[in-house]
Protein backbone atom coordinates (compact mmCIF):
# COMPACT_ATOMS: atom_id res chain seq x y z
CA UNK A 1 0.00 0.00 0.00
CA UNK A 2 0.84 3.62 -0.90
CA UNK A 3 0.65 6.31 1.59
CA UNK A 4 -1.94 8.15 -0.96
CA UNK A 5 -4.03 5.15 -1.14
CA UNK A 6 -3.65 5.01 3.02
CA UNK A 7 -4.80 8.53 2.77
CA UNK A 8 -7.89 7.94 1.14
CA UNK A 9 -8.65 4.91 3.19
CA UNK A 10 -8.47 6.82 6.36
CA UNK A 11 -10.65 9.28 5.06
CA UNK A 12 -13.17 6.77 4.16
CA UNK A 13 -12.71 4.34 6.95
CA UNK A 14 -11.40 6.98 9.54
CA UNK A 15 -8.56 6.39 11.95
CA UNK A 16 -9.45 3.38 13.60
CA UNK A 17 -7.82 0.38 11.91
CA UNK A 18 -10.06 -2.34 13.50
CA UNK A 19 -13.09 -1.29 12.07
CA UNK A 20 -11.11 -1.38 8.05
CA UNK A 21 -11.64 -4.27 5.96
CA UNK A 22 -9.40 -7.22 7.11
CA UNK A 23 -7.10 -6.62 3.74
CA UNK A 24 -6.79 -3.33 3.99
CA UNK A 25 -6.15 -3.30 7.45
CA UNK A 26 -3.35 -5.70 6.87
CA UNK A 27 -1.68 -3.18 4.52
CA UNK A 28 -2.13 -0.37 6.17
CA UNK A 29 -0.63 -1.70 9.35
CA UNK A 30 2.78 -2.93 7.45
CA UNK A 31 2.80 0.70 5.96
CA UNK A 32 2.53 2.26 9.33
CA UNK A 33 4.89 0.40 10.56
CA UNK A 34 7.83 1.52 7.47
CA UNK A 35 6.27 4.80 6.98
CA UNK A 36 6.66 8.22 9.11
CA UNK A 37 4.52 10.01 6.53
CA UNK A 38 1.80 7.76 6.83
CA UNK A 39 2.00 7.62 10.50
CA UNK A 40 1.28 11.35 9.95
CA UNK A 41 -1.83 11.07 8.04
CA UNK A 42 -3.09 8.25 10.44
CA UNK A 43 -2.48 11.49 13.39
CA UNK A 44 -3.89 13.73 11.29
CA UNK A 45 -7.03 12.34 10.25
CA UNK A 46 -7.49 11.46 14.40
CA UNK A 47 -7.13 14.75 14.82
CA UNK A 48 -9.60 16.15 12.40
CA UNK A 49 -11.83 13.70 13.41
CA UNK A 50 -11.55 14.71 16.72
CA UNK A 51 -12.42 18.49 16.15
CA UNK A 52 -15.80 17.24 14.29
CA UNK A 53 -17.21 14.47 16.60
CA UNK A 54 -16.90 18.06 19.63
CA UNK A 55 -17.99 20.38 16.92
CA UNK A 56 -20.94 18.19 16.21
CA UNK A 57 -21.89 17.13 19.57
CA UNK A 58 -25.20 16.71 20.33
CA UNK A 59 -26.33 19.27 22.62
CA UNK A 60 -29.27 18.79 25.63
CA UNK A 61 -32.69 19.48 24.75
CA UNK A 62 -34.76 22.97 25.11
CA UNK A 63 -36.72 22.52 28.07
CA UNK A 64 -39.92 23.64 26.87
CA UNK A 65 -39.45 20.88 23.84
CA UNK A 66 -38.89 18.07 26.19
CA UNK A 67 -42.28 19.37 27.79
CA UNK A 68 -43.91 19.16 24.26
CA UNK A 69 -43.13 16.09 23.51
CA UNK A 70 -44.23 14.66 27.10
CA UNK A 71 -47.53 16.36 25.90
CA UNK A 72 -48.04 14.12 22.76
CA UNK A 73 -49.77 11.78 24.03
CA UNK A 74 -52.34 13.80 25.68
CA UNK A 75 -53.07 15.63 22.33
CA UNK A 76 -52.79 12.65 19.76
CA UNK A 77 -55.02 9.14 19.45
CA UNK A 78 -52.73 6.15 18.58
CA UNK A 79 -53.70 4.38 15.21
CA UNK A 80 -52.94 1.57 13.84
CA UNK A 81 -50.83 2.76 10.80
CA UNK A 82 -47.66 0.38 10.40
CA UNK A 83 -44.62 2.38 10.78
CA UNK A 84 -42.16 2.67 7.87
CA UNK A 85 -39.78 -0.21 8.61
CA UNK A 86 -37.18 -1.20 5.64
CA UNK A 87 -39.00 -3.73 3.33
CA UNK A 88 -37.86 -6.93 4.33
CA UNK A 89 -38.20 -10.49 2.14
CA UNK A 90 -42.05 -11.51 3.20
CA UNK A 91 -42.65 -8.06 1.78
CA UNK A 92 -40.90 -8.09 -1.41
CA UNK A 93 -42.08 -11.69 -2.01
CA UNK A 94 -46.15 -10.72 -1.05
CA UNK A 95 -45.55 -7.83 -3.95
CA UNK A 96 -43.96 -10.59 -6.49
CA UNK A 97 -46.32 -13.12 -5.97
CA UNK A 98 -49.47 -10.52 -6.93
CA UNK A 99 -47.15 -9.35 -9.47
CA UNK A 100 -46.96 -13.44 -10.88
CA UNK A 101 -51.17 -13.30 -10.40
CA UNK A 102 -52.00 -10.43 -11.90
CA UNK A 103 -49.55 -11.66 -14.86
CA UNK A 104 -51.00 -15.42 -15.03
CA UNK A 105 -54.71 -14.33 -15.05
CA UNK A 106 -53.56 -11.44 -18.13
CA UNK A 107 -52.43 -14.31 -19.62
CA UNK A 108 -55.04 -16.50 -19.31
CA UNK A 109 -58.05 -13.54 -20.67
CA UNK A 110 -55.41 -12.96 -23.50
CA UNK A 111 -55.41 -16.83 -24.34
CA UNK A 112 -59.25 -17.20 -24.31
CA UNK A 113 -59.40 -14.33 -26.44
CA UNK A 114 -56.79 -15.35 -28.93
CA UNK A 115 -58.88 -18.95 -29.20
CA UNK A 116 -62.38 -16.92 -30.64
CA UNK A 117 -59.74 -14.62 -32.76
CA UNK A 118 -60.50 -14.22 -36.37
CA UNK A 119 -58.43 -14.89 -39.67
CA UNK A 120 -58.42 -10.97 -40.30
CA UNK A 121 -56.74 -10.91 -36.45
CA UNK A 122 -54.07 -13.17 -37.35
CA UNK A 123 -52.90 -11.56 -40.53
CA UNK A 124 -52.95 -8.25 -38.71
CA UNK A 125 -50.48 -9.52 -35.76
CA UNK A 126 -48.01 -10.90 -38.96
CA UNK A 127 -48.23 -7.73 -39.88
CA UNK A 128 -47.07 -6.07 -36.79
CA UNK A 129 -44.73 -8.55 -35.85
CA UNK A 130 -43.07 -9.18 -39.26
CA UNK A 131 -43.88 -6.76 -41.63
CA UNK A 132 -45.24 -9.07 -43.87
CA UNK A 133 -48.87 -9.52 -45.14
CA UNK A 134 -50.68 -12.53 -44.25
CA UNK A 135 -51.27 -16.01 -45.34
CA UNK A 136 -54.89 -15.50 -46.96
CA UNK A 137 -53.83 -12.14 -48.80
CA UNK A 138 -51.09 -14.09 -50.61
CA UNK A 139 -53.27 -16.66 -50.98
CA UNK A 140 -55.65 -14.17 -53.03
CA UNK A 141 -52.87 -13.00 -55.23
CA UNK A 142 -51.87 -16.41 -56.25
CA UNK A 143 -55.14 -17.02 -57.03
CA UNK A 144 -55.89 -17.43 -61.25
CA UNK B 1 -26.19 3.97 17.14
CA UNK B 2 -26.66 2.47 20.61
CA UNK B 3 -29.64 3.91 22.61
CA UNK B 4 -28.47 5.76 25.59
CA UNK B 5 -28.95 3.09 28.21
CA UNK B 6 -27.82 2.11 31.47
CA UNK B 7 -27.75 -1.46 32.87
CA UNK B 8 -30.96 -0.56 34.74
CA UNK B 9 -32.73 1.25 31.86
CA UNK B 10 -35.29 -0.96 29.87
CA UNK B 11 -34.19 -1.40 26.12
CA UNK B 12 -36.15 0.63 23.17
CA UNK B 13 -38.34 -2.82 22.35
CA UNK B 14 -39.85 -2.86 26.03
CA UNK B 15 -40.12 0.60 26.17
CA UNK B 16 -41.89 1.02 22.55
CA UNK B 17 -43.83 -2.25 23.94
CA UNK B 18 -45.62 -0.73 27.06
CA UNK B 19 -45.61 2.95 24.78
CA UNK B 20 -47.88 1.23 22.31
CA UNK B 21 -50.14 -0.11 25.23
CA UNK B 22 -50.41 3.74 26.07
CA UNK B 23 -47.70 4.17 28.60
CA UNK B 24 -46.79 7.67 28.90
CA UNK B 25 -43.99 7.47 30.86
CA UNK B 26 -41.99 4.95 28.67
CA UNK B 27 -42.60 7.18 25.76
CA UNK B 28 -41.25 10.13 28.19
CA UNK B 29 -38.54 7.95 28.75
CA UNK B 30 -37.76 7.29 24.78
CA UNK B 31 -38.14 10.88 24.06
CA UNK B 32 -35.38 11.88 26.44
CA UNK B 33 -33.42 9.11 25.58
CA UNK B 34 -33.52 9.78 21.62
CA UNK B 35 -34.85 13.05 21.77
CA UNK B 36 -30.90 14.87 21.82
CA UNK B 37 -29.63 12.97 18.75
CA UNK B 38 -33.00 13.68 16.87
CA UNK B 39 -32.66 17.23 17.16
CA UNK B 40 -28.72 16.90 16.34
CA UNK B 41 -29.63 15.52 13.54
CA UNK B 42 -32.48 18.21 12.07
CA UNK B 43 -30.60 20.90 13.43
CA UNK B 44 -27.98 19.76 11.08
CA UNK B 45 -29.94 19.32 8.48
CA UNK B 46 -32.48 22.36 8.67
CA UNK B 47 -29.78 24.93 9.71
CA UNK B 48 -32.75 26.58 11.62
CA UNK B 49 -34.07 25.60 14.75
CA UNK B 50 -37.85 26.38 14.95
CA UNK B 51 -38.04 24.04 11.90
CA UNK B 52 -35.59 21.63 13.50
CA UNK B 53 -38.17 21.40 16.73
CA UNK B 54 -41.16 21.09 14.93
CA UNK B 55 -39.86 18.10 12.74
CA UNK B 56 -38.78 16.15 16.23
CA UNK B 57 -42.51 16.84 16.91
CA UNK B 58 -43.47 15.45 13.90
CA UNK B 59 -41.33 12.53 14.53
CA UNK B 60 -42.22 11.43 18.00
CA UNK B 61 -46.13 12.23 17.27
CA UNK B 62 -45.30 9.29 14.73
CA UNK B 63 -44.03 7.08 17.30
CA UNK B 64 -46.54 7.64 19.76
CA UNK B 65 -49.28 6.98 16.85
CA UNK B 66 -47.68 3.96 15.44
CA UNK B 67 -46.03 2.24 18.28
CA UNK B 68 -48.76 -0.21 18.33
CA UNK B 69 -47.69 -1.44 14.82
CA UNK B 70 -43.92 -1.34 15.37
CA UNK B 71 -42.66 -4.27 13.95
CA UNK B 72 -38.45 -4.21 14.43
CA UNK B 73 -37.60 -7.06 10.94
CA UNK B 74 -33.81 -6.29 12.00
CA UNK B 75 -33.99 -2.20 12.21
CA UNK B 76 -33.40 -0.74 15.09
CA UNK B 77 -35.59 1.94 16.81
CA UNK B 78 -33.19 4.68 16.71
CA UNK B 79 -32.62 3.89 13.02
CA UNK B 80 -36.34 4.54 12.17
CA UNK B 81 -36.05 7.48 14.05
CA UNK B 82 -33.35 9.20 11.84
CA UNK B 83 -34.75 7.40 8.79
CA UNK B 84 -38.22 9.53 9.28
CA UNK B 85 -36.24 12.69 10.42
CA UNK B 86 -33.88 12.77 7.56
CA UNK B 87 -37.44 11.77 5.00
CA UNK B 88 -38.58 14.46 7.30
CA UNK B 89 -35.87 17.21 6.52
CA UNK B 90 -35.48 16.48 3.46
CA UNK B 91 -39.26 16.58 2.36
CA UNK B 92 -39.35 20.24 4.34
CA UNK B 93 -35.88 21.21 2.36
CA UNK B 94 -37.84 20.47 -1.05
CA UNK B 95 -41.13 22.42 0.23
CA UNK B 96 -38.90 25.67 1.06
CA UNK B 97 -36.88 25.26 -2.48
CA UNK B 98 -40.21 25.51 -4.00
CA UNK B 99 -41.63 28.30 -2.36
CA UNK B 100 -38.37 30.71 -2.45
CA UNK B 101 -35.63 31.28 -5.04
CA UNK B 102 -33.73 28.54 -6.53
CA UNK B 103 -30.25 28.38 -4.89
CA UNK B 104 -27.84 25.87 -5.43
CA UNK B 105 -25.36 24.55 -3.25
CA UNK B 106 -22.18 26.80 -4.16
CA UNK B 107 -24.34 30.15 -3.52
CA UNK B 108 -24.76 28.96 -0.15
CA UNK B 109 -21.27 28.29 0.60
CA UNK B 110 -20.47 31.68 -1.26
CA UNK B 111 -23.34 33.45 0.90
CA UNK B 112 -23.20 31.66 3.81
CA UNK B 113 -19.52 31.82 4.57
CA UNK B 114 -17.12 31.03 7.50
CA UNK B 115 -17.50 33.89 10.88
CA UNK B 116 -14.85 36.29 10.39
CA UNK B 117 -11.61 34.71 11.57
CA UNK B 118 -8.60 36.85 13.19
CA UNK B 119 -5.23 36.00 13.58
CA UNK B 120 -5.51 34.59 16.85
CA UNK B 121 -8.05 32.18 16.06
CA UNK B 122 -9.53 30.41 19.71
CA UNK B 123 -10.83 27.51 20.29
CA UNK B 124 -14.14 28.26 20.32
CA UNK B 125 -13.54 30.34 17.31
CA UNK B 126 -12.41 27.36 15.72
CA UNK B 127 -15.50 25.50 16.48
CA UNK B 128 -17.48 27.95 15.32
CA UNK B 129 -16.06 28.49 11.37
CA UNK B 130 -15.79 24.36 11.62
CA UNK B 131 -19.97 24.46 12.53
CA UNK B 132 -20.04 27.29 9.62
CA UNK B 133 -18.36 25.11 6.85
CA UNK B 134 -20.34 21.44 7.80
CA UNK B 135 -23.48 23.96 7.63
CA UNK B 136 -22.37 24.82 4.02
CA UNK B 137 -21.96 21.14 2.82
CA UNK B 138 -24.73 20.26 0.34
CA UNK B 139 -27.91 18.11 2.52
CA UNK B 140 -27.31 15.09 2.18
CA UNK B 141 -23.46 15.05 2.81
CA UNK B 142 -24.54 17.41 5.86
CA UNK B 143 -26.84 14.30 7.24
CA UNK B 144 -24.19 11.57 6.67
CA UNK B 145 -21.62 13.85 9.08
CA UNK B 146 -24.48 14.15 11.38
CA UNK B 147 -25.09 10.63 11.44
CA UNK B 148 -22.14 9.75 11.89
CA UNK B 149 -20.50 12.87 14.17
CA UNK B 150 -23.49 13.49 16.39
CA UNK B 151 -25.54 10.61 16.58
CA UNK B 152 -22.45 8.04 16.60
CA UNK B 153 -23.78 5.96 14.09
CA UNK B 154 -22.10 3.53 11.87
CA UNK B 155 -21.53 4.06 8.46
CA UNK B 156 -23.87 1.16 7.73
CA UNK B 157 -26.60 2.56 10.34
CA UNK B 158 -26.37 5.85 8.30
CA UNK B 159 -26.51 4.07 5.28
CA UNK B 160 -29.72 2.61 6.76
CA UNK B 161 -31.08 5.79 7.69
CA UNK B 162 -30.75 7.79 4.80
CA UNK B 163 -31.99 5.03 2.40
CA UNK B 164 -28.62 4.63 0.51
CA UNK B 165 -25.67 1.60 0.00
CA UNK B 166 -23.04 1.80 2.09
CA UNK B 167 -20.72 2.73 -1.37
CA UNK B 168 -22.53 5.89 -1.65
CA UNK B 169 -22.47 6.72 2.13
CA UNK B 170 -18.86 6.17 2.50
CA UNK B 171 -18.44 8.79 -0.81
CA UNK B 172 -21.27 11.37 0.54
CA UNK B 173 -18.61 11.18 3.81
CA UNK B 174 -15.42 11.49 2.14
CA UNK B 175 -16.49 14.56 -0.14
CA UNK B 176 -17.80 15.60 3.12
CA UNK B 177 -14.38 15.57 5.15
CA UNK B 178 -12.08 16.54 2.00
CA UNK B 179 -14.10 19.70 1.68
CA UNK B 180 -13.82 20.33 6.03
CA UNK B 181 -10.27 19.75 5.37
CA UNK B 182 -9.40 22.08 3.12
CA UNK B 183 -11.61 24.31 5.12
CA UNK B 184 -9.72 23.17 8.37
CA UNK B 185 -6.07 23.59 6.30
CA UNK B 186 -7.52 27.29 5.50
CA UNK B 187 -7.48 27.89 9.12
CA UNK B 188 -4.85 26.33 10.35
CA UNK B 189 -2.87 28.92 7.88
CA UNK B 190 -4.59 31.42 9.19
CA UNK B 191 -4.67 30.56 12.60
CA UNK B 192 -0.61 30.10 12.92
Known amino acids: ?144 | MDAARTHDSPSDEALLARVSGGDREAFSTLAERHGPKVLALARRMLRNEADAQDIVQDVFIRLWQQAGNWEARGARLSTWLHRVTSNLCLNHIERVQKRTVPMDETTIQITDPAPAIDESLGAAQRELALNAAIDALPTRQRAAMALFYSVGASTAETAQALGLSIKATESLLVRARQALRRQLAALEEVST
Open chain 1, 1 to 144: MKPEALEHLLLRYGEDLDHWPLWQRIGARRLLSRSPIARESLARVARENQLLRRAMAPTQMPAELLQGLERIPEQFPQHSAAPQTPHDGRHLFRIGAAWACACGLSGLLIGSTGLLGSAADDEALATLAFGIPGESEIHLENTP
